[in-house]
Nanobody
Framework: QVQLVESGGGLVQAGGSLRLSCAASESIFSMNSMGWYRQAPGKQRELVATISSGGRTYIKDSVKGRFTISRDNAKNTVYLQMNSLKSEDTAVYSC??????????WGQGTQVTVSS
């Protein structure tokens, strides 16, 4: 059972920055990929960014140029750096991991609120 622990959410003014962290309980190389999703009130959950075990990244078009996904292999941690935040970025952000064993794991989610 892989545990994912997110941190770094909070309240920030529009134009500000936050960095979300997702710490895994085992090596991130045991994951085919890890990523960040978000769900705003009344909306469906959407994929924001992913990073594969080989380091390939995907960033959702609407946040390209503002968000960056990265990882620290030694810390088994994936980060989502969010800059130039907008009110529409307000959501619960959740970390997910696709394990090589075939299971998908989720963190508990962290709230990001951007005030305008």
């Amino acid at each position: 059972q892989v545990q994912l622990v997110e941190s770094g959410g909070g309240l920030v003014q529009a134009g500000g920055s936050l960095r979300l962290s997702c710490a895994a309980s085992e090596s991130i190389f045991s994951m085919n990929s890890m990523g960040w999703y978000r769900q705003a009130p009344g909306k469906q959950r959407e994929l924001v960014a992913t990073i594969s075990s080989g380091g390939r990244t995907y960033i959702k078009d609407s946040v390209k140029g503002r968000f960056t996904i990265s990882r620290d292999n030694a810390k088994n941690t994936v980060y989502l750096q969010m800059n130039s935040l907008k009110s529409e970025d307000t959501a619960v952000y959740s970390c997910a991991a696709n394990h090589v064993g075939g299971r998908e794991y989720w963190g508990q989610g962290t709230q990001v609120t951007v005030s305008s």
